[in-house]
């Protein structure tokens, strides 16, 4: 009781952080600011209570479970025909250390790859493209969004944040500055589609349920992105009442060029996240190496995930994690922030088991949910500086604020969980 409380909290305080920060106070008096924030909250609740409450929603985690499940055999399956054991395959020789036979390139990272081409089938298919028109008639509904901000937040449940706004395209240009700031906020606070399973798979063993999880933070963080970027940035916004975002077609012609492109295009985005993966826990390594010749001499054990755990231990408080553990947690949200989410759930799951309670890593399955972090923030500028050059200058002035706005968002999502979740 005492830890739903402390979360409840963070869900009080977090979209007040967000409106102290507002740009243009003037526009959005406090009872206005209260009803944005009441209303998307309660989106939020429902929905978690919705997914994590009921008995029957079970049906649902388990659902998703067995799906990646067959999906990540399926691909250790392809893998094992191309790379044996190396993915994992029978070895040519005897093992005697097994507990060292994971290799995290082979066996469980391909899955973006296959992720990638059934995105890209669903949405050839047009299987996708009525999900995301139904979850935008939500949005519009509930949030008051337009056709193209709630078209592109919807789309971003499956797609990369420079993806989805390719979607609306054509409006980027005509976009308010406030519905500017929205679309990138919901980019830095979603992951795409094809990391989802990836990420379940990696969190399963810790996280029962990982997939539901992952599926209902990504739902949730789109309506807190979209509320706390308009108390952030109220004005600027068109008529919700609008015909939706066109559709636009699929660009491949057949299903058999369909999985050529999402074969290529998961193959480079796979490509990008190992490099990424080697280049961060090399620098972060120089850097903890570079620090510590400073501070050893000293008498101190000094490291930077140290140093961004303390940073960020009163937002992990804030969203209900117990004060013996928000060292831990908040070297987490530090290390999604500067590296990227995917090296904080790989951390995350390497933890001994008495280092975060169920309920705690329930809670930073949500917390760390999300693109917000710095690299992502160049990719976002530089993807849509190049959909909308003339608003170059606006969107580098927003970006930060974007990154800020998209950390609150998963914080936020974090804290309602808390709420609800007592185990």
């Known amino acids: 009781m005492l830890l739903s409380a402390q979360s409840l909290a963070g869900v009080i305080a977090i ?30 609740a429902a929905l978690a209570v919705i997914l994590l409450s009921i008995p029957q929603s079970r049906l649902i985690f388990e ?56 995105s890209r089938l669903l949405y050839h298919w047009g299987i996708l493209p009525l999900i995301v028109r139904a979850i935008a008639a939500v949005l519009r509904r509930t949030l008051g969004v337009s056709g193209p901000l709630g078209f592109a937040a919807s789309a971003k449940v499956f797609l990369g944040m420079v993806e989805a706004p390719l979607l609306i395209q054509p409006y980027l240009a005509g976009l308010g500055r406030g519905e500017l700031f929205a679309l990138m906020t919901v980019g830095m606070a ?11 798979a990696i969190l399963e063993p810790i996280v029962p349920g990982a997939a539901g999880h992952v599926l209902t933070a990504s739902l949730m963080n789109v309506a807190g992105a979209l509320t706390l970027a308009r108390l952030m940035s109220p004005t600027g916004y068109a008529d919700h009442t609008a015909a939706p975002a066109p559709i636009l077609a699929s660009t ?52 930077f995930q140290k140093i961004l755990g303390f940073i960020a231990t009163p937002f992990a408080l804030l969203i ?20 990227n989410e995917l090296f904080a759930y790989l951390e995350m799951a390497k933890l001994p088991p ?15 949910c999300g693109f917000a972090n710095l690299g ?21 002035a927003l970006g930060t604020r974007a990154l800020f706005a998209g950390i609150l968002a998963t914080l936020l999502t974090a804290a309602i969980v808390g709420v609800i979740t007592t185990a």
């Open 15 to 44: 979209p007040l952080i967000a409106w102290l920060l507002c740009d243009n106070r003037a526009a959005l008096p406090a009872r206005a600011a209260l009803r944005i924030a009441a209303t998307g909250i309660a989106a939020q």
């Open 63 to 118: 659902g998703l479970a067995a799906a990646v499940g067959a999906i990540q055999s399926a691909t250790l399956t392809g893998m094992k025909f191309v790379f044996g054991y190396l993915a994992g395959g029978p070895p040519p020789f005897d093992i005697t250390q097994p507990q060292n036979g994971f290799v995290l390139a082979f066996q469980a990272l391909p899955l973006i790859l296959v992720m990638s081409v059934l």
């Open 190 to 200: 979603t992951v795409a589609g094809t990391v989802f399973a990836l990420y379940a």
């Open 252 to 303: 491949a012609t057949s299903t058999m060029e369909a999985i050529a492109i999402g074969t290529a295009d998961g193959l480079r985005l796979l490509a990008y996240v190992i490099a990424m993966l080697v280049v961060m826990i090399a620098l972060v390594t120089l850097a903890n190496a570079g620090l510590s010749a400073i501070v050893k001499p000293l008498g101190y054990d000094l490291t």
């Open 320 to 339: 209900g994690i117990p004060w013996a553990e928000a060292g831990t947690a908040g070297s987490l949200i530090g290390l999604k922030v500067v590296l």
């Open 354 to 368: 008495d280092a975060l309670s169920p309920r705690s890593r329930t809670i930073m399955t949500y917390a760390l």
């Open 376 to 396: 992502s923030l160049g990719i976002l500028v530089g993807g849509l500086s190049a959909m909308v050059p003339e608003r170059r200058a606006e969107i580098a």
